[in-house]
């Protein structure tokens, strides 16, 4: 199975900026088909942030278009996101997700989260 590792989150005050990076911890045998981040705060539901295929084509929630940017390094298999004047609302648990093939078989996987804190 594919492990994921996020990284990048932190606390920062409202305005401000991160960027959050995502990838498998070693060699993989699955093909990546897309790879997206979903966030979750408490008490809420777990909801799409971004995600890319491997084509490039994204889709964004609306509360973050114009603000985050996803974008994919297929040779690393890394995917980021670039979130700028980030808001107190954009406060979560971040989850990258790789969509993934191997044989017949198609599957998610999922990383364990960092956490973004967008406060004063």
């Known amino acids: 199975q594919v492990q994921l590792v996020e990284s990048g989150g932190g606390l920062v005050q409202p305005g401000g900026s991160l960027r959050l990076s995502c990838g498998p911890s070693?060699?993989?045998?699955?093909?990546?088909?897309?790879m997206g981040w979903y966030r979750q705060a408490p008490g809420e539901q777990r909801d799409l942030v971004a995600r890319i295929t491997h084509d490039g084509s994204t889709n964004y929630a609306d509360s973050v278009k114009g603000r985050f940017t996803i974008s994919r390094d297929n040779a690393k298999n890394t995917v980021y996101l670039q979130m700028n004047n980030l808001k107190p609302e954009d406060t979560a648990l971040y989850f990258c997700?790789?969509?993934?093939?191997?044989?017949?078989?198609?599957?998610?996987?999922w990383g364990q989260g960092t956490q973004v804190t967008v406060s004063s």
């Open positions: 997700k790789a969509e993934l093939t191997f044989g017949d078989a198609m599957y998610n996987s």
């Open positions: 070693g060699n993989i045998k699955s093909s990546i088909y897309a």
